[in-house]
């Protein structure tokens, strides 16, 4: 079955780098879009980062310039790198395929504080 599972979320303080991976199983990422996705407390979750199957990112204008969304067919993993963090970058960060509402993993907790 589809599995995702991700890891690398730490509190981290402002201006702080973070470096996110999510490793697939059940599926072959290679054949599908992937995307980052984020949930702030008290809000709905969010699209971060998508990338297509050729590897070209598309972000939302809050983290442009800011986070890099990569990954690794031959590993079936997303990675997600982050920098220059702020305190509305806090939330739980999953990845998913892109569209997809099903067989979400319990994501990796990013707490941006001083």
């Known amino acids: 079955q589809v599995q995702l599972v991700e890891s690398g979320g730490d509190l981290v303080q402002p201006g702080g780098s973070l470096r996110l991976s999510c490793t697939a199983s059940?599926?072959?990422?290679?054949?599908?879009?992937m995307a980052w996705y984020r949930q702030a407390p008290g809000n709905e979750r969010e699209l971060v980062a998508k990338?297509?199957?050729?590897?070209?990112?598309d972000y939302v204008d809050s983290v442009k310039g800011r986070f890099t969304i990569s990954r690794d067919n031959a590993k079936n993993a997303v990675y997600l790198q982050m920098n220059n963090l702020k305190p509305d970058d806090t939330g739980v960060y999953y990845c998913?395929?892109?569209?997809?509402?099903?067989?979400w993993g319990q994501g990796t907790q990013v707490t941006v504080s001083s």
């Open positions: 998913n395929i892109w569209g997809s509402d099903a067989n």
């Open positions: 059940g599926f072959s990422i290679s054949i599908a879009y």
């Open positions: 990338i297509s199957r050729g590897g070209d990112p």
